[in-house]
C-alpha cells in the first residue's frame, strides 16, 4: 500500500512540478506534462494556488555587492528587468558609490545577485575592449562611442532578460507572485530604506557603436546563467570588505 502523502509534501511536489518550465531548462512536452501533474495534484488534494505558499521562506535577504561607479547608468538600465526575472527588487545607490542591493527571498536574491553579476562582467569586458578600441579618438568622440556601445548592450540585456522573466511569471501562480512581493516590501520596510525614483536623460548615442553593443548582448549566454541558479554559485559572486558597508540614505533606482 502506498505511503499517504502529507499535505506539506503534496505542496513542494506540485511547487516542484511548476518549477518545469521551458524558462528553467525543461523541454515544451516535459513542462506540459509537469502542469497537468500539477493540476490534478491541486484537484486530488482540494487545493488552490494560496496553498502553494505555504512552505515558501518569509524571511527577507537584502544583499549588496559593489561595481564600477562609471557604469551605474547601464546597470539602472538592467536593474527593473532583473527584478522582475529574479523576484526581487533591484536597488542601485546614488552617484559615487557603485552599489547595488538586491533585496527578496534569500534564494531569488541568490539569482538575482548571480544575474547581476553575469551581466556586469559582461558589461566590464565590453566596457575594456571598447575603449582600448577607440583609444586613439578625441575624448569626446571616443567616450560617444564607448557610450553608444555600453547603451546598446544594456538595453539589449534588458530585452532579453524580460523575455525570460515573461516565460518564468506566466508559469508561476499570481498567489506566489503576491507572496514574493509581499516579502520585498516587509524587507524594505524592517530595513528602513528609503527608495527614489531618479530617470536617467538617454544621451545621443552613435547608430553603429549602439548596434555594436546589441550585438555583444546577444553573446551573453544568459540562458545558462538562468539553469546555473541552483548550482553552485560562480566565484564572482564572493563578497569583498566593501559589501559589508551599511547605511542606506540616498538610495536609488534609476531607469535606463
Given at each position: 500500500m502506498a505511503k499517504k502523502l502529507s499535505?506539506?509534501?503534496?505542496?513542494?511536489?506540485?511547487?516542484?512540478?511548476?518549477?518545469?518550465?521551458?524558462?528553467?531548462?525543461?523541454?515544451?512536452?516535459?513542462a506540459l506534462k509537469a502542469a497537468k501533474h500539477a493540476a490534478a495534484l491541486l484537484a486530488e488534494y482540494d487545493l488552490t494556488f494560496a496553498?502553494?505558499?505555504?512552505?515558501?521562506?518569509?524571511?527577507?535577504?537584502?544583499?549588496?555587492?559593489?561595481?564600477?561607479?562609471?557604469?551605474?547608468?547601464?546597470?539602472?538600465?538592467?536593474?527593473?528587468?532583473?527584478?522582475?526575472?529574479?523576484?526581487?527588487?533591484?536597488?542601485?545607490y546614488g552617484p559615487g558609490k557603485g552599489m547595488i542591493k538586491?533585496?527578496?527571498?534569500?534564494?531569488?536574491?541568490?539569482?538575482?545577485?548571480?544575474?547581476?553579476?553575469?551581466?556586469?562582467?559582461?558589461?566590464?569586458?565590453?566596457?575594456?575592449?571598447?575603449?582600448?578600441?577607440?583609444?586613439?579618438?578625441?575624448?569626446?568622440?571616443?567616450?560617444?562611442?564607448?557610450?553608444s556601445i555600453l547603451q546598446g548592450m544594456a538595453h539589449r540585456l534588458s530585452e532579453r532578460i524580460r523575455e525570460l522573466a515573461w516565460a518564468r511569471r506566466s508559469a508561476m501562480s499570481n498567489a506566489v507572485v503576491v507572496a514574493k512581493e509581499d516579502i520585498i516590501t516587509k524587507t524594505i520596510e524592517d530595513l528602513g530604506i528609503k527608495v527614489k525614483l531618479i530617470p536617467f536623460r538617454e544621451r545621443g548615442v552613435d547608430p553603429e557603436a549602439y548596434k555594436q553593443g546589441i550585438e555583444s548582448a546577444n553573446r551573453v549566454s544568459l540562458n545558462n546563467a538562468v539553469n546555473a541558479r541552483n548550482q553552485e554559485f560562480h566565484d564572482i559572486l564572493k563578497d569583498d570588505d566593501e559589501d559589508k558597508e551599511d547605511g542606506d540614505e540616498g538610495l536609488l533606482l534609476g531607469q535606463g
Amino acid at each position: 500500500m502506498a505511503k499517504k502523502l502529507s499535505r506539506k509534501d503534496v505542496i513542494d511536489k506540485i511547487n516542484a512540478f511548476l518549477n518545469m518550465t521551458v524558462e528553467r531548462g525543461a523541454s515544451e512536452n516535459e513542462a506540459l506534462k509537469a502542469a497537468k501533474h500539477a493540476a490534478a495534484l491541486l484537484a486530488e488534494y482540494d487545493l488552490t494556488f494560496a496553498d502553494l505558499t505555504e512552505t515558501m521562506e518569509t524571511t527577507g535577504k537584502a544583499d549588496t555587492f559593489t561595481f564600477r561607479d562609471d557604469l551605474a547608468r547601464f546597470m539602472h538600465a538592467l536593474a527593473e528587468a532583473i527584478g522582475e526575472l529574479c523576484a526581487v527588487e533591484v536597488l542601485i545607490y546614488g552617484p559615487g558609490k557603485g552599489m547595488i542591493k538586491i533585496i527578496g527571498s534569500p534564494v531569488d536574491v541568490d539569482f538575482g545577485r548571480y544575474l547581476s553579476a553575469i551581466c556586469l562582467r559582461a558589461i566590464e569586458e565590453q566596457a575594456e575592449k571598447a575603449t582600448r578600441e577607440f583609444a586613439l579618438m578625441r575624448l569626446n568622440v571616443r567616450r560617444r562611442h564607448v557610450e553608444s556601445i555600453l547603451q546598446g548592450m544594456a538595453h539589449r540585456l534588458s530585452e532579453r532578460i524580460r523575455e525570460l522573466a515573461w516565460a518564468r511569471r506566466s508559469a508561476m501562480s499570481n498567489a506566489v507572485v503576491v507572496a514574493k512581493e509581499d516579502i520585498i516590501t516587509k524587507t524594505i520596510e524592517d530595513l528602513g530604506i528609503k527608495v527614489k525614483l531618479i530617470p536617467f536623460r538617454e544621451r545621443g548615442v552613435d547608430p553603429e557603436a549602439y548596434k555594436q553593443g546589441i550585438e555583444s548582448a546577444n553573446r551573453v549566454s544568459l540562458n545558462n546563467a538562468v539553469n546555473a541558479r541552483n548550482q553552485e554559485f560562480h566565484d564572482i559572486l564572493k563578497d569583498d570588505d566593501e559589501d559589508k558597508e551599511d547605511g542606506d540614505e540616498g538610495l536609488l533606482l534609476g531607469q535606463g
